[in-house]
Structures are given as C-alpha cells and as structure tokens.
C-alpha cells in the first residue's frame, strides 16, 4: 500500500520561504504524477501544482506562479515543493497526492503571519 | 478550469439512513471522478474512483454513480463512522478540483 510521510510546515513571515517535503513508499514513486493541493476554511480544497513521473513538466495554479517550484527526486523517492515570496492567503494545509487521487500525504501546515 | 457543484452542503440523517450527495460538473469530465471522506484533522481519504469503482477496504455501503457531468455518492445503511465531510473531485486534467463538501451530521 503506497503512503506518502510529509514534512517541513510551519510558521513564517510575509515574503519568506519555506520548502515542503513528501516522501513516497509502498509504490513504484518514479512512474506517478504528483499533485500538490491546499486546503482552507475559507476556498476548501485547491489544486496547487503538478509534476509528470520524469519531473520534466510542472504545472501551477495562477495565484502561486512565479513563486512556488515543484520538484522531485525519482532516486530518493521524494517530492518538494519550494515556496518563495510567501503570502498571508497561501496559508493553508498542504498535501502531496500520488497521481491525482491516492495516496494523500498526512497534510503539513503552512502558517503566513506577521 | 472546470467547476464542480456539490450538494447538498450540509444534510442531517440518523443511522441506518440511505443518504445520496450529487455532484455536477462544468462540463463533461467523463468519469474521472472521485470521492473522498474527510474527518477533521485527517487528510481526505479515497472511497470511489472512476465515479463508480470502490477503492480497495472500503464498506460496500458506499457507491457511485454517473458519467459526464452528473454524479451521485450513495450511502446505504449509514453507520456512526460515515459521520464527516464528503467532497467529489474530477481529475479529468492535471488540475484537479473538487466540490466545496458535503457534511453529513446526526439528525
């Protein structure tokens, strides 16, 4: 059974940076897209990005182009998500999905605040 | 981006119950749908994919439904563990998105 173990949440000022990682187990992690999403009280549940098996196409939602950069490493087993240019609305809980639908990571939460 | 429209947002029903949540699409996503059950402080967890196939361990209380863009998550005989929020999710593109929820509470 394939799991995802999520870590690198945590609390940060405007403009600042934090880098989440997900490292995969139980399924072959080098033949499945990636997805990140986000969840908040207020927007729900929201796609943040995508990343092919290869690691050589990425894709963003709008409001975290520019600043977010997904990434993998196919050898360890392990996905990121580096976030730069923090803003007090991507806060939120983040969680890494294997494809598009399962597994889900245990979520990590990314707190914006001054 | 394609819209997904859940409902109802909130429904009352007691054990035993036979509960229905509908969710419709923007346009048709065929059935690259799932469904997903989340209870507070977990991540959601998978139930049904491909609209209508139940995840592996999964109670066959659960089942769905529907193609294009009408889709339908039925509860048969509701136990006190289905209690929590359920959200459908189309993954007919690489940007997924999901309905808003449905929480099913004790009536």
């Known amino acids: 059974e394939g799991q995802l173990l999520q870590s690198g949440g945590g609390l940060v000022r405007p403009g600042g940076s934090l880098r989440l990682s997900c490292a995969a187990s139980g399924f072959t992690f080098s033949s499945y897209a990636m997805t990140w999403v986000r969840q908040t009280p207020g927007k729900g549940l929201e796609w943040v990005s995508y990343?092919?098996?290869?690691?050589?196409?990425?894709f963003y939602t709008d409001s975290v182009k520019g600043r977010f950069t997904s990434s993998r490493d196919n050898f360890k087993n392990i996905l990121y998500l580096q976030m730069n240019g923090l803003r007090v609305d991507d806060t939120a809980i983040y969680y890494c999905v294997g494809g598009s639908i399962d597994p889900w990571g245990q979520g990590a939460l990314v707190t914006v605040s001054s | 981006d394609i819209q997904m429209t859940q409902s109802p947002s909130t429904l009352s029903a007691s054990v035993g119950d036979r509960v229905t949540i509908t969710c419709r699409a923007s346009?048709?996503?065929?059935?690259?749908l799932a469904w997903y059950q989340q209870k507070p402080g977990k991540a959601p967890k998978l139930l049904i994919y491909?609209?209508?196939s139940l995840q592996d361990g999964v109670p066959s209380r659960f089942s769905g439904s529907g193609s294009g863009t009408e889709f339908t998550l039925t509860i048969r005989g509701l136990q006190p563990d289905d209690f929590a929020t359920y959200f459908c999710?189309?993954?007919?593109?690489?940007?997924?998105?999901f309905g808003r929820g449905t929480k099913v509470e004790v009536k």
């Open positions: 999710q189309q993954y007919d593109t690489y940007s997924v998105t």
């Open positions: 346009q048709s996503i065929r059935h690259w």
């Open positions: 990343i092919n098996a290869g690691g050589g196409s990425t």
């Open positions: 491909k609209a209508s």
